[in-house]
């Protein structure tokens, strides 16, 4: 499939950057992510090359401004409601609620 | 496993053989290490490893990948300008050293097996596994000589 994360030898993205003893989860909601998106295999709701599908089929632009562990919980959020774990009402309806709370 | 393939050329052997069963014999097996594929850094060849689809990495051998490994800059660059990749990590590459850039993938993933370091005639296994690091594996560091000639 041809799509925006095929990015081998694409010009204009700049330099690397890389941070020395960075750490392997830079905020609690990527641990957290990461867990559930593991837990998500172990309980036989995707595959690996569903799993990547899934953020292969992110929209262009947001898949190139939102970070590593924003594009797994995009793949969550896509996989999750497709195979039926989780209903679009229900993630909606935790997203408001969480959104109330924090204000 | 670098610093085994660096005193025992038997074990060195297996492991540009078969990556996986002689990483295996370390202990080190699981998801994201189910086919690996050991390639050598020599005087003529100097390996990079990548994901430019995503980040496909060796998690049983080097943990979770950094950052950058995972984001676009090195993804869409290392493949078509290697060298300067290589320079923004401080490392240079001499002109006359090819330089190899390994694509990763879901079902095979790539190690750099380093150079030993001058300087290290005679170190211990122990000794020697102390100076590998994850970006020496990955490709995007040499392992410097050591003592006062470094």
Not at chain 2, 23 to 28: C, M, N, P, R
Not at chain 2, 104 to 117: G, I, K, T
């Amino acid at each position: 499939m041809n799509g925006v994360h095929d990015l081998g030898g694409m010009h204009g993205f700049g330099p690397v950057n890389p941070e020395p003893n960075e750490p392997v989860f830079r905020h609690d909601w990527e641990r957290r992510v990461f867990g559930v998106a593991i837990a998500g295999f172990g309980g036989g709701h995707y595959n690996t090359d569903q799993f990547r599908h899934a953020i292969e089929r992110m929209g262009a632009v947001e898949y190139l401004s939102s970070s590593y562990y924003e594009h797994w919980l995009s793949m969550l959020e896509t996989l999750l409601i497709e195979r039926g774990a989780i209903t679009k009402q229900e993630l909606d309806a935790r997203r408001e609620q969480l959104s109330r709370e924090a204000k | 496993m670098v610093a085994r393939a660096w005193v025992d050329p038997e074990y060195k052997a297996r492991l540009l053989a078969d990556g996986t069963k002689a990483i295996a014999e370390l202990g080190f097996t699981g998801v994201q290490g189910e086919d690996m594929v050991v390639v050598e850094n020599t005087d003529e060849v100097h390996n990079v490893v990548v994901c430019t689809l995503c980040s496909c990495y060796p998690w049983p051998t080097l943990g979770l990948p950094p950052v950058w490994y995972k984001a676009a800059p090195y993804r869409a660059r290392v493949v078509r300008d290697p060298r300067g990749v290589l320079l923004e990590f401080g490392t240079r590459v001499s002109d006359d050293v090819e330089v190899r850039v390994w694509d990763s993938n879901a079902e095979l993933r790539y190690l750099v097996l380093p150079q030993r370091p001058a300087g290290t005639d005679g170190w211990t296994e122990e000794q020697l596994a102390e100076l590998v690091s994850r970006d020496a594996m990955v490709g995007t560091a040499i392992v410097p000589a050591q003592g006062a000639a470094s």
